[in-house]
């Protein structure tokens, strides 16, 4: 088993930054993809940004020059470096890990909240 918490998300202006991080304990296997992924009320689940333990990243349109995501291998911690935050991007931010090598369930966080006023 996989645990997932996640941390960092609050209120902030638009405009403002805020750093989401997720740290995986328990059975962590190796080579991995850790993302985060964003659900809106009413709006279904969408990617946002992963990474592997080769820290190969991919991000979402809709993110790409504001949100870096990285990971500590050693720390088994991903982060996601939030900068200019917009209203749109309020949403409950979970975190996922997955193995790359084969077909395996997929973990997950238990979400935290980044609301964005305007």
């Known amino acids: 088993q996989v645990q997932l918490a996640e941390s960092g998300g609050g209120l902030v202006q638009a405009g403002g930054s805020l750093r989401l991080s997720c740290a995986a304990s328990?059975?962590?296997?190796?080579?991995?993809?850790m993302g985060w992924y964003r659900q809106a009320p009413g709006k279904q689940r969408e990617l946002v940004a992963t990474?592997?333990?080769?820290?190969?990243?991919n991000y979402a349109d809709s993110v790409k020059g504001r949100f870096t995501i990285s990971r500590d291998n050693a720390k088994n911690t991903m982060y996601l470096q939030m900068n200019g935050l917009k209203p749109e991007d309020t949403a409950v931010y979970y975190c996922?890990?997955?193995?790359?090598?084969?077909?395996?369930?997929?973990?997950w966080g238990q979400g935290t909240q980044v609301t964005v006023s305007s």
């Open positions: 328990g059975s962590v296997f190796r080579p991995n993809a």
């Open positions: 996922n890990l997955r193995s790359i090598v084969t077909i395996a369930n997929s973990y």
């Open positions: 990474i592997t333990t080769g820290r190969s990243t």
